[in-house]
């Protein structure tokens, strides 16, 4: 296992990070100001389980199959930053009637999983971050894994913190009508160009 002092080292890195605003944090806040907090929430759910997903393939290694190939790393990096766009589109688009509303949840999960899956920054953090609070000589997998779940589990709260935020604003008097309508392309916009720094900042 992780000594303690190392895994409160890593739980305040971890912390530090998930404040730093970012792929995830813009896309939740989208979402909940479009379409409220039931999609937010399940949202949380999807991209839970792909940060889950991401750190099981680095603790096993294969995401160093990835890193190691230029190709495979460039069609990942253009998937993700396409997807992004994609969804900054579709929140653009969107109407604040029942249409928009009523969109299934399932679809929000697995928009939540697929944008990280596709997130090369992700997949980096944990080839990067996590080793260095391991203890080369007790069972590596075994503290990665720990470290995960306490990165997951981290960026799960913060998420949801973010999704409960921005729900309430949608639900606010100030936001109803022309407001709601405006902060929607707003969030939108601010996706877009996170989806483009994301980009420029995953480059090789």
């Keep these: 296992m992780v000594g303690a002092a ?3 080292e890593f739980t305040l890195a971890a912390l530090l ?6 792929p995830n944090m813009t896309y939740l806040a989208a979402l909940s100001v479009t379409r409220g907090a039931k999609a937010g929430f399940s949202a949380v759910c999807g991209v839970a389980l792909g940060l889950a997903t991401l750190g099981v393939c680095a603790t096993f290694g294969l995401t160093r199959l990835i890193e190691a190939s ?3 790393y460039a069609a990942l990096r ?10 900054a589109w579709d929140a653009w688009r969107a109407d604040n009637g029942e249409a928009a509303v009523g969109r299934p949840a399932l679809g929000a999960f697995g928009r939540g999983l697929v944008s ?8 980096l953090f944990y080839l990067a971050v996590p080793p260095q609070f391991v203890d080369p000589a007790r069972a590596p997998a ?7 779940a306490i990165y997951v589990a981290i960026a799960t709260l913060v998420h949801t913190g973010i999704v409960a935020g921005a729900a309430t604003l949608r639900s606010g008097a100030v936001l109803q009508g022309a407001g ?3 902060l929607r392309k707003a969030m939108a916009a601010l996706l877009a160009l996170v989806a483009l720094w994301l980009l420029w900042e995953t480059r090789r």
């Design 180 to 182: 709601a309508a405006r």
């Design 6 to 8: 190392r895994l409160g």
């Design 116 to 123: 990280n899956l596709l997130n090369p920054k992700a997949a």
């Design 17 to 22: 990070i998930e404040l730093t605003p970012g």
């Design 70 to 72: 230029p190709a495979l």
């Design 78 to 87: 253009f998937a993700g930053v396409a997807f992004m766009l994609w969804l």
């Design 142 to 148: 075994s503290q990665l894994l720990t470290l995960v």
